[in-house]
């Protein structure tokens, strides 16, 4: 069976990558550069200019799109904004227009989201897949990001979107960032610490797409996160557990996060809980169930 990757070189795309090749999978990329060395089958495409290398779909049971461009690497000027919203819309639209312009046999189309879509605010509402889309940037950005998709809705394509959370992993991503302070023993709540982190262990993420592709029962929205929930407060206290350091500090004040952070501060400062239990209720199994585990996992 063969898979077309999108976003194959970030930090979810290369670990599922490497799973699905040690699954049996051929794997197959979609790159803007093709680099030497690459060991999958690599093919050309530009979502900004609308250009792609058709015989990337040659054989192409599934297509499984994580490309965008990432929302914490600058901050959020208007023109950064639209382009978080263009690098999604666009290659999602342009993967789509290919797939019905040469009539691609698909099995599925699954594609990355965020939990996002449920918007930024702390609350203790636990937002399930049915819960519609909130009013900010963020969850535009994912409303919109979805929904470039619909035009698949006529065709018997399975269709697979998995809003993810604050991916876990040894390194990149979010965990790297957040261990450096706490390392140095000045690990610290941001803002209140009540706000949650919707978090999930690298490797349950990989899997719960390996199943998407596997499982053809699944369809429309999953959260990927895991079944515990954990505030920032209790995040940042069991890493330095973790690590073994003191967990003492006063909770760094939001103002200076806004001051460093402008706009995108929201996303550090503001969050709410997000259930696991459609993912769950399908049969899906996490391995990392509790923080505990996970940062034991990925730090010891």
């Known amino acids: 069976m063969k898979i077309l990757l999108t976003g194959a070189t970030g930090l979810i795309g290369s670990h599922l990558a490497e799973l699905l090749e040690s699954k049996g999978f051929?794997?197959?990329?979609?790159?803007r550069g093709v680099g030497a060395g690459c060991k999958y089958d690599s093919y050309l495409w530009n979502p900004v200019t609308g250009t792609i290398d058709e015989n990337a779909f040659k054989e192409v049971d599934y297509v499984?799109?994580?490309?965008?461009?990432?929302?914490?690497?600058?901050?959020?000027?208007?023109?950064?904004?639209?382009?978080?919203?263009?690098?999604?819309?666009?290659?999602?639209?342009?993967?789509?227009?290919?797939?019905?312009?040469?009539?691609?046999?698909l099995k599925g189309f699954i594609s990355a989201s965020a939990i996002g879509y449920y918007g930024s605010f702390t609350s203790d509402k636990v937002f399930e897949e049915d819960s519609p889309a909130h009013s900010d940037f963020l969850s535009e950005s994912c409303r919109l990001w979805e929904a470039a998709s619909d035009s698949l809705n006529d065709l018997d394509i399975r269709k697979v979107h998995i809003r993810i959370g604050v991916v876990l992993a040894k390194q990149g991503g979010a965990l790297e960032q957040l261990v450096r302070p706490v390392a140095l023993g000045l690990g610290a709540a941001l803002g209140s610490g009540k706000q949650y982190m919707p978090w999930v262990h690298i490797d349950d993420l990989s899997n719960m797409f390996l199943e998407t592709i596997e499982n053809s029962k699944l369809e429309g929205a999953y959260n990927g996160v895991a079944p515990e929930s954990a505030t920032?407060?209790?995040?940042?206290?069991?890493?330095?557990?973790?690590?073994?350091?003191?967990?003492w500090l006063p909770n760094v004040p939001s103002f200076i996060i806004k001051l460093l952070l402008g706009e995108m501060s929201t996303v550090v400062l503001d969050g709410s809980r997000v259930s696991a239990h459609k993912i769950i209720s399908t049969g899906f199994r996490f391995k990392y169930n509790t923080l505990r585990e996970a940062l034991k996992d990925l730090l010891q």
């Open 26 to 31: 051929e794997v197959a990329i979609l790159t």
């Open 64 to 105: 499984v799109h994580l490309a965008g461009t990432n929302i914490m690497a600058k901050r959020w000027t208007d023109q950064r904004k639209a382009e978080i919203i263009t690098s999604r819309t666009l290659s999602t639209k342009l993967l789509v227009k290919t797939i019905k312009t040469n009539k691609i046999p």
């Open 232 to 247: 920032n407060n209790a995040f940042t206290k069991q890493l330095a557990k973790t690590l073994n350091k003191p967990f």
